[in-house]
């Protein structure tokens, strides 16, 4: 790996990190204005919504600048909306701009990877940058468990910056300014990140045309035999595992009689694991053989489900560890699968763009569904069970899917050999 790739995985790691960190902040914000439980699960709503929204736009934006330029931009858009949160406006509209932010910085961030290495290093690079990525998650809800946590605040509280003659007043001020700390580390990153030196073609401006160009790469990679599997394998990846962070927090409460800045270290946990079978994933399957992993998802599943009869922390943690190691086994190969597959079919920018939309459109739903799960007062041990059923259930169906398609491809094979 050049160093290029290196000062990109720094600028992800510090901007993640943020992130993950805002996430506990904003969630401990809306415990402090006394929201309802159901509108926690909807600040990640807001977040992934304009993944959903940009989705035909930020393809062609990722592609129309050198795209640590674009990393630049959107990161700033990230330290406004943390800012917004900063002066009082409500967690889940300032949380919705950092998602806006975050929905156009994602299509540069892996995009970058095709432009800057070959096509047999993607497994690898995607195993640093999830291995990476999981890494910032760990620290960053670890850290805004102990932004949030009252010992912490007191001692934050009695800082001052003396050249600006600036001291924090709050709690959440506090801890907002130590996360607008760490999205200006990785704003100073995205400056030092090389241009790859490629360019595409003009890139379209007109809403219209950008609508339709994004809903034709949508079928062409949902139409490719290895990039609709790959792609419905990330999608239900992203979706599960945007839904399992709000599940860990309300299991860690009703079932290990754990506070929020506590709860939170579950989440890192579960980001451990993740990280441990991503980097393990990246060492042993090389791309050509990234289908042979789906059976993994399967026991993820399954082993979910487990956390219904679990009530020791002690017990909690290498649980979480395996679900985690598990989901990351799986889905890192098949996230490099899907990126090669995009890149072959169309541009860096477009693919993600179209991987993005899709896998967040999964976490919209599955989100919608679990706050819905919520606010019926349904037992987190219940919500869990289906949780798992559904998992491993998509996962079978998927399978299945991708066995038919084999033999459809054998059996064309045969017909084409027969004529000759």
């Not at 701009?97 to 156009?104: D, H």
Request: glycine share 8%; hydrophobic share 55%; with cysteine.
């Amino acid at each position: 790996m050049n160093r290029g790739f290196y000062t990109i995985m720094a600028a992800q790691f510090f901007s993640s990190l943020a992130d993950n960190a805002l996430l506990i902040a904003a969630i401990a914000l809306l415990a402090e204005i006394a929201s309802p439980a159901w509108m926690t699960p909807l600040l990640k709503l807001f977040f992934v919504l304009s993944y959903v929204l940009l989705a035909a736009f930020v393809g062609a934006f990722a592609d129309s600048l050198p795209k640590g330029r674009v990393m630049f931009i959107t990161n700033m858009i990230k330290i406004f909306g943390c800012l917004m949160m900063f002066v009082n406006v409500h967690p889940l509209i300032a949380y919705g701009i950092v998602g806006f932010g975050a929905a156009a910085y994602s299509p540069a961030k892996y995009g970058i990877l095709t432009e800057l290495l070959p096509a047999e290093k993607l497994v690898a690079a995607n195993g640093w940058i999830e291995g990476l990525t999981m890494a910032s998650i760990i620290l960053g809800t670890v850290l805004g468990g102990a932004l949030v946590n009252p010992q912490v605040t007191s001692v934050l509280l009695q800082l001052q910056v003396p050249v600006l003659k600036w001291s924090l007043h709050t709690p959440t001020h506090a801890a907002l300014s130590v996360i607008g700390a760490l999205y200006l580390a990785a704003t100073i990153f995205n400056l030092k990140i090389p241009d790859t030196g490629a360019r595409y073609a003009h890139q379209e401006r007109n809403p219209a045309k950008l609508v339709t160009d994004f809903a034709n790469c949508c079928a062409i990679l949902w139409k490719d035999k290895l990039g609709q599997i790959s792609l419905a394998v990330t999608t239900l990846f992203w979706g599960a595992g945007a839904t399992l962070q709000f599940i860990v927090l309300k299991w860690a409460e009703k079932s290990l009689n754990m506070p929020l800045d506590k709860a939170a270290i579950l989440q890192g946990i579960v980001a451990f694991g993740v990280a441990l079978g991503a980097i393990t994933a990246a060492r042993i399957i090389p791309l050509k053989k990234s289908l042979s992993v789906m059976p993994m998802g399967i026991v993820m599943g399954i082993v979910v489900m487990l956390m219904t009869v679990v009530h020791s922390v002690w017990t909690a943690y290498p649980l979480l560890i395996i679900i985690g190691a598990l989901s990351g086994y799986f889905v890192v190969p098949m996230n490099a699968l899907l990126q090669h597959r995009g890149h072959v079919l169309m541009s860096a920018g477009h693919s993600i763009a179209v991987q993005n939309f899709n896998e967040n459109l999964s976490i919209l739903t599955m989100l919608v569904l679990y706050a819905g799960m919520i606010k019926m007062d349904l037992d987190v041990n219940v919500v869990i069970f289906m949780f798992g059923l559904f998992v491993a259930g998509i996962m079978f169906f998927i399978m299945r899917w991708h066995a038919a398609n084999q033999r459809e491809h054998d059996s064309l094979a045969l017909i084409g050999e027969a004529k000759h």
